[in-house]
């Protein structure tokens, strides 16, 4: 499996980005995805990811602001972020982990990552 991310930028706090994640040689329904981010100085984090009924569940620092979605036929995986805050600057991953393979809010759990595309948040 090979990820790759892309749609990263520089916004002001309030402003949202919807960053996008290409899979290859994936198949859906073998591997769940999740999106991560990792600030400067800081461990990686759980931002949201599919889990094993195929529903979503997310971090509760981005609940409501967020929305975790998949195009199955492009192989695709997105990320829409709204009312972006300064503190929410990092590097954005994606990252996939076999169905069943362990909790989708560990990152241990996952197999492959992105090489991730970086959101800076201004205020």
């Known amino acids: 499996v090979q990820l790759s991310e892309s749609g990263g930028g520089s916004v002001q706090a309030g402003g949202s980005l919807r960053l996008s994640c290409v899979a290859s040689?994936?198949?859906?329904?073998?591997?769940?995805l999740g999106w991560f981010r990792q600030a400067s100085g800081k461990d990686r984090e759980w931002v949201a990811a599919?889990?094993?009924?195929?529903?979503?569940t997310y971090a509760d620092s981005v609940e409501g602001r967020f929305t975790i979605s998949r195009d199955n036929a492009d192989n695709t995986l997105y990320l829409q972020m709204n009312w972006l805050k300064p503190e929410e600057t990092a590097l954005c991953y994606c990252?996939?982990?076999?169905?069943?393979?362990?909790?989708?809010?560990?990152?241990?759990?996952?197999?492959?990552w992105g090489k991730g595309t970086q959101v800076t948040v201004s205020s």
């Open positions: 990252a996939a982990r076999l169905k069943y393979g362990g909790p989708p809010l560990a990152a241990g759990a996952y197999l492959y």
């Open positions: 599919f889990v094993n009924d195929g529903s979503t």
């Open positions: 040689r994936y198949t859906y329904n073998t591997y769940y």
